[in-house]
Structure formats: C-alpha cells, structure tokens
C-alpha cells in the first residue's frame, strides 16, 4: 500500500532557531495536512493545504508557522522561531479529495526543541 | 467546542482477552467517527469509521457503533492478540458528510499491550 513519508523521524534543535519538517504525500494525492501531538496531550489539527493555498488552520498555526509544496513531491511545515512548546510529535497526512474520510498518516516527526 | 474523551490508558491484556476502549464525543451537528491504529514505529491508520447514528464500523475483528443517544463510541474486541499491541485514537469529523473531512479532532490515545 503506498505510504506517506516523513523525515527526520525525530530533529532536535535550539530554541529560536527555524526547523522544517519533510513530508512525501502519497504521489495521486491532493489534499495535505499536518497535526501535531504534544507528549501526553491529544493529537490537535493544524493546517489543510490543497491547490498550493492553506484551505484551514487552527489557532495553533500562528505566523511562526507555514506551509510550502515547493515541487510536485514535497509538502513541508516551517516553524520560524521554535520555541519549547512546539516540541510535538508533527505528523502529515494527506488524501485523495475533499470529503474522503481516509486519511493516509506519516509516521512523524518528534521535533524536540531545548 | 467538538471533542472526544477516550479512556486512559495504559491497557495491558492477556491473548484472547476481550477488550473494550471507551470514547465519548461532544459535537454539534452529525459527525463522523472514527478509530485510528497506530503500531510502533507507524502512522496513524483509520481502523474503522462510522458516518451516521445506529452505524457499526468493523475492520480486523474490531468493531465500534455509533450511539447518539449516549455521545459514544466504544472500540470492542472479542479475542485480542499480541500484534493488536498499539496506541488507538477516537476521532470525529466535525463536518459530517461531504465537508473537509480533514480537520479530525482526536482524544488522547489509548495504549494497548497484549501479553502472550
């Protein structure tokens, strides 16, 4: 079954710094997202992307953040200036059309920022 | 706001146990539901869904019915076994049918180890 792909499986970076998280969609897919779950707590929605624009996002992706598909493969989330309540476990998910109820998840990314 | 409670975890069951995850939502409108799988080391993977009230979602042996009447929606298994161990989310879909269903709004997570 195809897979989406996420790296690092796990980033460690200082407080202030700006980190990127890769994610490979599943290739005929045209819907993105990322969510993140911080350590203990539920795994919360942040950001739908389809037609290279955001299409929703939560109070959680504030302007530290943002979203790119730089080319026909990649989606990646920015977060500009981490701070140590971004440490999460990000994951991206993505699907075939609006109104499927399958999402298709990475294994994701846990972003660890000291 | 939309939110699912789902019974902490950790669980620890013996093979062939009978297990039983409770989930619990508050939603306005008719949403979806769902149970996400995740094993070690993997994404999270829908196991089964239910879209409307009175509906039984069933994958792998588990199974899950949709209760208005109760805001419930508990994950049940008569006969687990070893490579059922996984983390299990509850999860709706604020839009129902034919809205983005993207935006999932998920409890915590329920450990799950089975024990030869």
């Known amino acids: 079954e195809p897979e989406v792909t996420q790296t690092p499986s796990h980033q460690v970076t200082q407080m202030g710094q700006e980190v990127i998280l890769r994610c490979v969609p599943i290739?005929?897919?045209?819907?993105f997202y990322w969510y993140r779950q911080i350590l203990g707590q539920k795994v919360e929605f942040l950001v739908s992307f389809y037609n290279n624009e955001i299409s929703e996002k939560s109070e959680i992706f504030d302007d530290q953040f943002s979203v790119e598909r730089p080319d026909g493969s990649n989606f990646t989330l920015k977060i500009r200036s981490t701070k140590l309540e971004d440490s999460a476990m990000y994951f991206c998910a993505s699907s075939n059309r609006q109104g499927n109820e399958k999402l298709f998840f990475g294994s994701g990314t846990q972003l660890s920022v000291l | 706001g939309n939110s699912v409670t789902q019974m902490e975890g950790p669980v620890t069951l013996s093979e062939e146990a009978f297990l039983t995850i409770n989930c619990t939502y508050t939603a306005t409108g008719y949403p979806s539901l769902f149970w996400y799988v995740q094993y070690p080391g993997e994404g999270l993977q829908l196991l089964l869904k239910?879209?409307?009230?009175?509906d039984k979602g069933s994958n792998k042996g588990f199974e899950a019915t949709y209760r208005k009447e109760t805001t419930s929606f508990h994950l049940e298994k008569g006969s687990v076994q070893v490579s059922d161990s996984a983390v299990y989310f509850c999860a709706l879909s604020e839009e129902g049918y034919g809205g983005s269903q993207g935006n999932l709004i998920f409890g915590k997570g329920t450990k799950l180890s089975v024990k030869p």
């Open positions: 239910a879209t409307k009230a009175d």
């Open positions: 290739s005929n897919h045209l819907y």
